[in-house]
């Protein structure tokens, strides 16, 4: 993005609608560029791009928790399908849920709703193949040339990697500025609003949003945003993706047979699943007996699925639990913040989305028994275990042999890139837009 021609704070098109909360530069782009089809919305646009991009598209060949259709049997690389893990969730079916669920919070809470879906579409494009074990291993690669983390890696691809816009720089070359999106919308977008080691409160925090050579674009994202806070929209869509993968973690969980839901009233298992939620799902601090409280006030539910076989009426059930557990999460955070900030839109930086204690609990209650009883099987971590040598060797083989093996978009990159640093995350970026079949198949062909 830096070397652009462009005069960021020049205006862009018309406002989301007459009488817009969101001011002149929250629509700015970029790029300047004439609508193609006057009457529709900045954000109309920002979502029809996202929503016809090819990044959101791989998603569709992207872990979410569980590869789809196999876990390891034997030796690396070898692998068994199971009926009952035919249609697991993945990273884009879990982004259109996720948008879904924030595009009617948003709406109700006085957002623009497509600026929100856009948000929620586009916050996990940058995840690469294997979901955060891949993510792992891509960033002990990129640890010299500034690590990776899947939210700085979305910026990146919004702003510079995803092929729509291009503009001239000061020596006439044509650059990418990826889908030239709104300010607002690539805020919205932006889970952590600083770069590595600069964590608000938790310096050592491996989460960070911008690589250091992204800084133009974020900086001009951030301009007259206050520092290390996320926009009102970017709230909402964090808080829409936590309600989302929570409770379809959990429904997945069910319906592949993974989770008994009798399991969830044995003192002993209620022991493992808090001391799960403990160790990555809450904040530190957090007394055990409030987590059994939040167990207990969803298993004593009307709707709570006690059990599950699999049937029609059954899966209707679950269906049914999935549905009333989002509303329950959503509508505890809409009356909360409608009564500490009015009845008015809420947008940008106005407000701050309340969730109560309570509610974030059952939340993270939900996530604890997911990663107990589906992530941390023992055959998915022998399949995580072969995915981190297939991201490491493929990292290796790219770097001994490049540009071969490097798509044409990424090999010009490379042949582009002033040093060795520059070429790496290259690489990196090769990889990260690669599908977890397409990662395997170029690992094989350059192993070779």
Same mark, same amino acid.
């Given at each position: 993005?830096?070397?652009?021609?462009?005069?960021?704070?020049?205006?862009?098109?018309?406002?989301?609608?007459?009488?817009?909360?969101?001011?002149?530069?929250?629509?700015?782009?970029?790029? $300047?560029?004439?609508?193609?089809?006057?009457?529709?919305?900045?954000?109309?646009?920002?979502?029809? %791009?996202?929503?016809?991009?090819?990044?959101?598209?791989?998603?569709?060949?992207?872990?979410?928790?569980?590869?789809?259709?196999?876990?390891?049997?034997?030796?690396?690389?070898? +692998?068994?399908?199971?009926?009952?893990?035919?249609?697991?969730?993945?990273?884009?079916?879990?982004?259109?849920?996720?948008?879904?669920?924030? %595009?009617?919070?948003?709406?109700?809470?006085?957002?623009?709703?497509?600026?929100?879906?856009?948000?929620?579409?586009?916050?996990?494009?940058?995840?690469?193949?294997?979901?955060?074990?891949?993510?792992?291993?891509?960033?002990?690669?990129?640890?010299?040339?500034?690590?990776?983390?899947?939210?700085?890696?979305?910026?990146?691809?919004?702003?510079?990697?995803? $092929?729509?816009?291009?503009?001239?720089?000061?020596?006439?070359?044509?650059?990418?500025?990826?889908?030239?999106?709104?300010?607002?919308?690539?805020?919205?977008?932006?889970? +952590?609003?600083?770069?590595?080691?600069?964590? $608000?409160?938790?310096?050592?925090?491996?989460?960070?949003?911008?690589?250091?050579?992204?800084?133009?674009?974020?900086?001009?994202?951030?301009?007259?945003?206050?520092?290390?806070?996320?926009?009102?929209?970017?709230?909402?869509m964090d808080w829409s993706d936590d309600v989302a993968y929570s409770v379809h973690d959990f429904e997945d969980g069910l319906h592949a047979g993974h989770l008994d839901p009798a399991l969830l009233r044995s003192a002993a298992e209620r022991a493992d699943i808090a001391a799960v939620a403990a160790g990555r799902h809450v904040p530190a601090g957090t007394e055990p007996a409030e987590l059994d409280a939040a167990l207990d006030r969803l298993l004593a539910q009307e709707w709570w699925p006690h059990g599950y076989d699999g049937s029609a009426v059954d899966q209707a059930r679950l269906k049914d639990a999935t549905s009333q557990l989002i509303g329950r999460f959503c509508l505890a955070a809409e009356g909360a913040?409608?009564?500490?900030?009015?009845?008015?839109?809420?947008?940008?930086?106005?407000?701050?989305?309340?969730?109560?204690?309570?509610?974030?609990?059952?939340?993270?209650?939900?996530?604890?028994?997911?990663?107990?009883?589906?992530?941390?099987?023992?055959?998915?971590?022998?399949?995580?275990?072969?995915?981190?040598?297939?991201?490491?060797?493929?990292?290796?083989?790219?770097?001994?042999?490049? $540009?071969?093996?490097?798509?044409?978009?990424?090999?010009?990159?490379?042949?582009?890139?002033?040093?060795?640093?520059?070429?790496?995350?290259?690489?990196?970026?090769?990889?990260?837009?690669?599908?977890?079949?397409?990662? %395997?198949?170029?690992?094989?062909?350059?192993?070779?």
């Amino acid at each position: 993005m830096a070397g652009t021609a462009h005069d960021p704070g020049e205006s862009a098109t018309a406002g989301p609608h007459d009488g817009s909360p969101y001011d002149p530069a929250a629509i700015e782009r970029w790029a $300047p560029e004439p609508d193609k089809r006057p009457g529709r919305t900045a954000f109309q646009r920002d979502r029809a %791009r996202v929503l016809h991009s090819s990044a959101l598209r791989r998603l569709a060949g992207k872990t979410q928790v569980v590869t789809p259709g196999t876990v390891p049997q034997g030796g690396a690389g070898e +692998y068994l399908t199971h009926v009952w893990d035919a249609s697991p969730r993945t990273r884009l079916t879990h982004s259109l849920e996720c948008a879904q669920v924030g %595009r009617e919070l948003g709406a109700a809470l006085g957002c623009d709703p497509d600026l929100v879906e856009a948000a929620c579409l586009s916050h996990d494009m940058g995840h690469p193949p294997f979901g955060h074990n891949g993510e792992q291993a891509l960033n002990e690669f990129a640890k010299d040339c500034g690590g990776f983390e899947g939210n700085a890696q979305s910026l990146r691809l919004l702003t510079r990697i995803e $092929p729509k816009r291009f503009v001239e720089d000061a020596s006439g070359r044509l650059v990418s500025v990826g889908l030239n999106l709104t300010r607002a919308a690539l805020d919205a977008a932006t889970k +952590y609003p600083w770069p590595l080691g600069a964590h $608000p409160t938790a310096p050592d925090s491996p989460k960070f949003g911008v690589y250091e050579d992204d800084r133009p674009v974020f900086d001009w994202v951030r301009r007259g945003a206050p520092a290390d806070r996320q926009c009102f929209e970017a709230q909402v869509m964090d808080w829409s993706d936590d309600v989302a993968y929570s409770v379809h973690d959990f429904e997945d969980g069910l319906h592949a047979g993974h989770l008994d839901p009798a399991l969830l009233r044995s003192a002993a298992e209620r022991a493992d699943i808090a001391a799960v939620a403990a160790g990555r799902h809450v904040p530190a601090g957090t007394e055990p007996a409030e987590l059994d409280a939040a167990l207990d006030r969803l298993l004593a539910q009307e709707w709570w699925p006690h059990g599950y076989d699999g049937s029609a009426v059954d899966q209707a059930r679950l269906k049914d639990a999935t549905s009333q557990l989002i509303g329950r999460f959503c509508l505890a955070a809409e009356g909360a913040t409608r009564a500490a900030h009015g009845t008015g839109p809420l947008t940008r930086y106005a407000a701050e989305l309340v969730v109560p204690r309570e509610t974030r609990l059952e939340c993270a209650v939900l996530k604890a028994v997911a990663d107990r009883y589906v992530i941390q099987r023992d055959e998915l971590e022998r399949l995580r275990a072969d995915q981190r040598v297939v991201i490491a060797e493929l990292a290796e083989a790219l770097t001994a042999r490049a $540009p071969l093996g490097l798509d044409p978009q990424f090999r010009a990159l490379w042949e582009e890139a002033d040093d060795d640093r520059a070429r790496k995350r290259v690489i990196v970026d090769q990889i990260a837009s690669l599908t977890d079949v397409a990662a %395997r198949s170029l690992h094989a062909r350059l192993r070779q």
